[in-house]
């Protein structure tokens, strides 16, 4: 059982609104803006149709929608804390969108625990795109250990987070433009300075920040790339 990091984990108000046909809202709106940003930006990193990507904290596929329409068959898995948000984007999403021939349904898991070892698969690219923004950076460390074995060498994963001013106190809120979110360094949503984010980087990957990336909320984007002969 995950600790209650932000609503996302509460699961049984996240059943609720989903059954309440909230499933595009909850995840934090924006279904269009950022599904289509998501998909222009890994293009211009590189992802090919023929590559296996993972959607760590995928949701409801506000990713996934685009990103299995570009990918070949069978390319696309995802992974997230909630069944309900996986059952609503499937079927409400890739099935009325006519994609159900390329995403197979059990290429969706649901855990807690960033495992994608069950689907069987090396993966080339992935994202987390606004997962530790509602969870402490340490849990990134849980992350790249449970992603490590199934990432192809080069293997490149992206992470969005909430950058934290090193010269900013540690208790202080910070307000970030565009978006006018508030973070905090001890609750939802969560930001991290750049120490702290290598810190959390796991034995394996290399880090690489690459900052704004148009984010309409200003979160900034990392790329963790897997390394030859680590463990």
């Known amino acids: ?37 998501q998909k222009r930006f890994l293009l211009d ?16 596929l506000r990713a996934g929608v685009p990103l299995t329409e570009y990918l070949d068959p069978d390319r696309y898995y995802g992974v997230d804390i909630s069944q309900d948000l996986l059952d609503a984007g499937y079927e409400r999403e890739i099935v009325p969108a006519g994609l159900a021939s390329k995403l197979p349904r059990d290429h969706l898991t649901a855990n807690p625990d960033f495992d994608a070892t069950g689907f069987g698969v090396m ?5 987390a795109q606004s997962v530790f923004t509602h969870m402490p950076i340490s849990r990134l460390t849980d992350c790249l250990k449970a992603l490590a074995p199934v990432f192809v060498e080069g293997g490149r994963f ?3 987070f909430f950058e934290r001013p090193e010269d900013v106190a540690a208790e202080a809120p910070v307000p970030h433009d565009p978006g006018g979110v508030v973070t905090y360094p001890d609750r939802d949503p969560y930001d991290t300075t750049l120490t702290a984010l290598r810190a959390a980087t796991s034995a394996g990957w290399r880090l690489d920040i690459i900052g704004h990336w148009d984010h309409p909320r200003d979160q900034r984007m990392a790329l963790f790339v897997r390394e030859t002969g680590q463990d």
């Open 45 to 60: 990193q590189g992802l090919k149709p023929h590559h296996r990507f993972i959607d760590m904290g995928c949701g409801s």
């Open 123 to 127: 993966f080339d690219y992935g994202i």
């Open 1 to 37: 059982m995950s600790a209650h990091y932000s609503h996302y984990d509460a699961l049984e108000n996240m059943k609720r609104a989903v059954a309440d046909g909230q499933h595009r809202s909850v995840i934090g709106g924006m279904w269009d803006e950022l599904g289509a940003l």
């Open 158 to 160: 992206y992470v969005t």
